[in-house]
């Protein structure tokens, strides 16, 4: 029996070892390929950070709102920020990479699955890039235009419209994620629905006296009277 | 593949049979009937009275009218002349109307024209305004005689209220006469003319595929003949009335003015940065050029607008702005209208800044233009009413005065031209 005990111990002992010893490689393996990812990631992240410089992405960033986001959660710069995150990204896709040579069963799948969510995430990224940039660039028009025109409240008009667009961009970008979308376009429809029925209430109900001042205005111009009063116009050319 | 033209086949066929001109004369209209009729009138009277022995073509480029305008050109062209019972053609006027395609724009109709003028090889070429309803028959050889002395670009004075014209008065003209060192008082011409030769020059230029290719191009083309250093002149024309419905769209006549000078700027920094000699551009028959009419301006408008703008703006200021200027600003917004006045310095130092954030392009360069509206009606304001009382010759002193505070603050454009913001 002690015999029979001996040579199982024996055998057990000689299993583990020889699944150290095909462990022992793959594990060098993998933290070689973690480290040598982390200098790429890192390389990555010190050209990436300089074309950012380079090409003022900060100064681009900035007319989005982005920079005062950022600055009010005490976070970095948007070139270190997109810099951070191509860094993350390409050591996590390395460390992943890694894992899986070590052949543990299950992990294969999840890394599949993080490289598969990879062109998601890139693009739901390049949607809410370009949607702060659309954001910025109609609600600062509708400002220019709302001041031009001498409306009433154009700062709340260029807020109404940068929000509309961020909220329209960011059910896009959860959408790519596929990240409760259901909720989130729930969500979106019922807040744009009560933005659109505040606003027909609002402009409706409070505007009556505006619309009939505007008509009042515009016939009573064509009365011989009022063309009595008329003033010239400005002649800019 | 044959070269793309911008005249249609229909429109080459009329040219082809006109054959080659001495004079071609050339009206661009939109829904201009109820003057059109009497300006190809005047047209007619002057180059029959003017330029009888002359091989000439009247071309109406019009972009869309609904309104019948080319029917009104073309029966202006037919009519009898009623100026003069002694003038006869020695040759056939010919007289063309086109419609372009594009829509209405005064650059694609000006293409039309000059694309025109180079198939029929014309020597001498004019532009006049349908919306000149103060036209005489003398126009048409003040505007072509100098063109056949041998001058390649006429460009109009003309006698003009105190108040008309105020962005050029206030903008144009000391920013064209500080960096291009020209005295042209309408370098944003309505009426004009030009030889043959620099109609070709203009027909290679390549600013018809731009937007400066459809608006302002009168402008554009003016700064390319005075930084190329043509021959210029400037013809006194006598009074341009003012419109009774003048097109007081401020947002657009800045795109056309300031957007085309500040492109123009971006285009030709090497040639404004370094120092030039005046380009001479003599005054035939040159006499008082503002008349006084008292005239209804609502200047508390105006003033109400530059405090509104301010306030609102300020976001956008602060892109384009440095913040002693914008602080200055914030100051003036705060005075009352009765002390309010837009020093010419200030006004100068502001348009310096708004040019060189267009030349960096800080934010949509057509955003960087409409942000200057509610700063010129400060300055409009102030304007009118240091002019309410002037004399003719205040008014000129005025505007003189404000040409010199442009000139004094070039330095200043240069220093912040490269300087990042």
Redesign the interface.
Known sequence: MWQSFISELVRTLDEILRSVARFVPRFLEMLVIVVVGWVIAFVLKTLLRSVLKIARFDKLFEHTGAPQLLRGTALPSSTELVSRFVFWVAWLGFILLGVSVLGVVGIEEHVASFFGFLPRLFAALFILFFGLLAASFFSRAALLSGVNADLPSPRLISLAVRAMIILFVGSMAFEELRISSRTVIVAFSLTFGALMLGLALAFGLGGKDLARRFLEKRFEREGPEASREREDELSPL | MPEESILSDDFIRELMNVGEVDILVAVPSYNDGQTIGKVVQALRAGLLTYFPRARSVIINADGGSRDGTQDLVRAASISDLSVSADVHALRTLHSISTQYEGGPASGVALHTIVAAADLLQAKACAVVSPESTTIEPEWVERLLRPVFEGKDLVLPVYRR?K??????RNLVYPIARALYASKIREP?PADFAFSGSTAGQFLAQSVWAQEEGRRGTELWLTLWAVVSRLKLVQAFLGTKA??E????D??N??R??AGVLFCSMDCYASFWRSPQETLEAPCVGCQPAVSLEP????RKR?HQ?FV??IS??EP?FL?ILSSATHNELKRLAALSEETFVYPAELWARTVYEFSAAYHKA???RD?IV??L??LFRGR?YTFLTETREASAEEVENNIESLCHTFEGEKPYLVEIWDERK
């Open positions: 209220h108040f008309d014209g105020l962005l050029i944003y003012r419109l419905n003048p097109r007081s401020l947002v006549a800045m056309e003015t005239l209804r301006l609502n105006l607008m509104f703008g609102e703006l956008v892109s800080v934010i949509g955003h409409q942000a509206v509610p409009a």
